[in-house]
């Protein structure tokens, strides 16, 4: 099926839609037959790519690493703007991109100042911010998204994330400006 306009997309949708649906109704959650869905190309950036991303980092097994997590990160953030999911769903896809996008930047502060400051991230943000790299507002950004990753700590998260008002598109949204932003002052 050829798409040239919005009409086609919106065709284009509705069938794929109808036929993922009717794949599910047919296989279920019976795993013994091995199909699979073919993943889009060309919307997840290669591990070159990514890595490329980094410019101020050496190369080696830390940004091969890195570069891996944001494979994932792609793929998370796929499923966030192209699928229709919501509720619980959306929630823990945020929750999961916020995780991801403060471990990256955890690993990424403490490499980048290495010597210079081995302290914990929000020293380092301190640290960024007081050697001019990092403006006050990435840095209130960088520290929330570290509060967001620590989450991932379920035992210490004291309220249940069913609804949780943290895991929203615009907090989301906010925390993957952080990790641009972040990128874009150290190159």
Same mark, same amino acid.
Request: aromatic share 14%; proline share 2%.
């Given at each position: 099926m050829e798409i040239n306009n919005d009409a086609d997309l919106a065709k284009a949708i509705s069938k794929a839609d109808q036929l993922? &649906? @009717?794949? +599910?109704?047919? @296989?279920?959650r019976d795993f013994s037959?091995?199909? !699979?869905?073919?993943f889009p190309r060309g919307y997840v950036r290669t591990a070159s790519q990514q890595r490329k991303r980094m410019p101020f980092l050496s190369n080696?097994?830390? $940004?091969?690493?890195? #570069?891996?997590?944001?494979?994932? #990160?792609?793929?998370? +953030?796929?499923l966030l703007v192209r699928t229709d999911v919501s509720g619980t769903i959306k929630s823990q896809l945020v929750k999961m991109h916020l995780f991801l996008l403060g471990s990256l930047a955890e690993s990424i502060t403490k490499v980048?100042?290495?010597? $210079?400051? $081995? !302290?914990?991230?929000k020293q380092r943000t301190h640290f960024l911010l007081a050697g001019d790299l990092i403006d006050q507002n990435l840095k209130d950004d960088l520290d929330w998204l570290w509060d967001m990753r620590n989450n991932m700590h379920l035992f210490l998260v004291a309220d249940s994330e069913h609804n949780c008002p943290d895991y929203t598109v615009p907090h989301h949204d906010r925390g993957v400006r952080?990790? &641009? $932003?972040?990128? @874009?002052k150290l190159s």
């Open positions: 993922i &649906q @009717a794949i +599910h109704d047919y @296989a279920g037959n091995t199909w !699979q869905l073919r080696g097994p830390l $940004k091969e690493n890195l #570069s891996y997590t944001l494979i994932l #990160s792609d793929t998370v +953030h796929w980048y100042l290495g010597r $210079k400051c $081995k !302290q914990g991230y952080a990790f &641009q $932003k972040l990128l @874009a």
